[in-house]
């Protein structure tokens, strides 16, 4: 071989190594995952990437996993979804129907896996078996299970009698769960009071906590309380006042009570359905799934510090209980 058609043939093995690096690196599919928080305040990584491991996936190697965190801030999510999909992200995962109504308005072709309170009712989907569109995963439906948040506050404090609801009426996925709260407060003896947990209302929320002599309160699932449930343990601890959280991880953290879906497992399972759209399968025949386990946690040591005796009936009935 000429020494001229050597220089040309080296060269051209070359320059073909970055466009193959290129390749492979495209072929790696990229997974969007954003956040209303801050990292750490969510209980949705862990678990999506424990179900990505169990099905194969080393995050780095065989998938990339691209994070956003919007830092309680919820005018940065459309932004951060819109950075994910000039990234050309295969599939975005969205935790909560704030974050999933905002990608749901930014693509109506990009695969969407979500876990939400009620998807049909905030119009992401025509119905569970037959989504239709671009999302599936989970569903909540925890308006089914919301009046249980009173119920249980009653057994635990029989002597309450006004009792304030955290939630966001931003946003559609709570509607329905704090309609049916309101309703059932009368009827189990409590004067039910709605601070609105909005960004912009989150200090005067909090202030009327600790000035209306409430008796306790109940936390509902808006992916932005949970990335407050630090302050929140804190005031009822500072407050002496018995809270019930639809968070499971609140009771790790030092709150009372409470009942909720298992968050983990649930996005465990999550990394199921997007194993199978980077497999090939379509969103709008993916049947969404419904979680079935809800549990009950309760904290003797944060009841004992409160001056509360928790019935043996309510202790009975608990799924974990912290010493």
Not at 33 to 41: K, L
Not at 213 to 237: H, K, N, Q, Y
Request: aromatic share 6%; charged share 20%.
């Amino acid at each position: 071989m000429k020494r001229r058609e050597l220089i040309i043939l080296l060269g051209g093995v070359v320059l073909g190594w970055p466009r193959a690096a290129r390749t492979q690196q495209s072929a790696v599919p990229r997974v969007g995952y954003v956040w209303a928080g801050a990292r750490g305040t969510d209980g949705s990584t862990a678990g999506l990437r424990r179900g990505l491991a169990d099905l194969g996936y080393v995050v780095g190697r065989n998938l990339l996993l691209e994070e956003r965190y919007a830092d309680g801030n919820p005018e940065r999510v459309a932004s951060l979804i819109d950075e994910l999909l000039a990234l050309n992200a295969s599939v975005l995962v969205t935790p909560g129907t704030p974050v999933t109504l905002a990608a749901h308005r930014a693509t109506s072709t990009v695969p969407i896996v979500c876990v939400t309170g009620d998807p049909v009712r905030s119009g992401f989907a025509e119905s569970l078996a037959r989504p239709g569109g671009n999302i599936t995963g989970l569903s909540l439906l925890s308006g089914d299970y919301s009046v249980k948040w009173l119920e249980f506050l009653r057994e635990a404090v029989p002597t309450a009698r006004r009792v304030a609801m955290l939630w966001n009426p931003d946003n559609p996925g709570t509607l329905n769960q704090s309609k049916l709260v309101r309703e059932a407060a009368p009827g189990l003896g409590f004067g039910l009071t709605a601070l609105s947990m909005r960004p912009v209302d989150v200090e005067d929320s909090l202030a009327a906590l600790v000035t209306a002599s409430f008796d306790g309160f109940v936390v509902t699932d808006d992916p932005l309380l949970e990335t407050l449930l630090a302050r929140l343990i804190a005031l009822a601890a500072e407050r002496r006042l018995p809270a019930i959280y639809a968070f499971g991880e609140a009771v790790k953290q030092g709150g009372l009570m409470s009942y909720s879906a298992n968050f983990f497992k649930l996005w465990q399972r999550a990394a199921g359905y997007v194993d199978r759209i980077l497999k090939g399968a379509r969103p709008a025949e993916l049947p969404i799934e419904q979680a079935t386990e809800v549990t009950l946690n309760i904290n003797l040591k944060t009841a004992k510090a409160l001056g509360l005796v928790i019935p043996e009936p309510l202790l009975g009935r608990a799924n974990e209980v912290i010493e």
